[in-house]
């Protein structure tokens, strides 16, 4: 390769990083999920904010019949943080050929804090575990929206957020 093409090429990498504002710290935190996460949007990640990203990372294996996994991460970005008091939430769509296993009381396609499905791992990082099975093999897409609060010194967001993630059932 040429120089001015290496030099175009590393640049585009660099934009990339940059993208959803976070801090190196973050970056860090998060470099293994982002290489598991699916889909990809522009900006690299699931879901891209300018105080928060969101990835997602379907448990690998999943077999029809079977219980699987998503994990639906949020990492707060910058001078933000996981807000502990927010009650998270993700409320899976319909879906033709998904059974969802949520225990929150609102229905099985809930899932949330209060259910035990949000764990929080960092004072910046926090994940929601959705289960939910499928009856035949295939690319199936779980969708759904979740409720979350990042928060910084200053102030507070409260924010919903589409999700969708395509799985291979096999």
Known sequence: MRRSTLVLV?????????????????????KA???????IGECGHAVCADNFFIDTSPTPGCAPGATCALSVRLVATGAFHIND??????KADDAKDLQYFGTDGAGRSVFSKAAGDWAKTDPKIGAMTVKFASASAGRKTVAGTLKLSVCSEANCLLEQRQVVVPVEVN
Request: aromatic share 12%.
């Open 10 to 30: 590393a640049s585009g990498f660099a934009l990339l990083s940059c993208a959803c504002g976070r801090d190196s710290d973050t970056a860090r935190a998060s």
């Open 85 to 90: 008091e927010y009650p998270y939430r993700f």
């Open 33 to 39: 999920a982002v290489s598991a996460a699916a889909p």
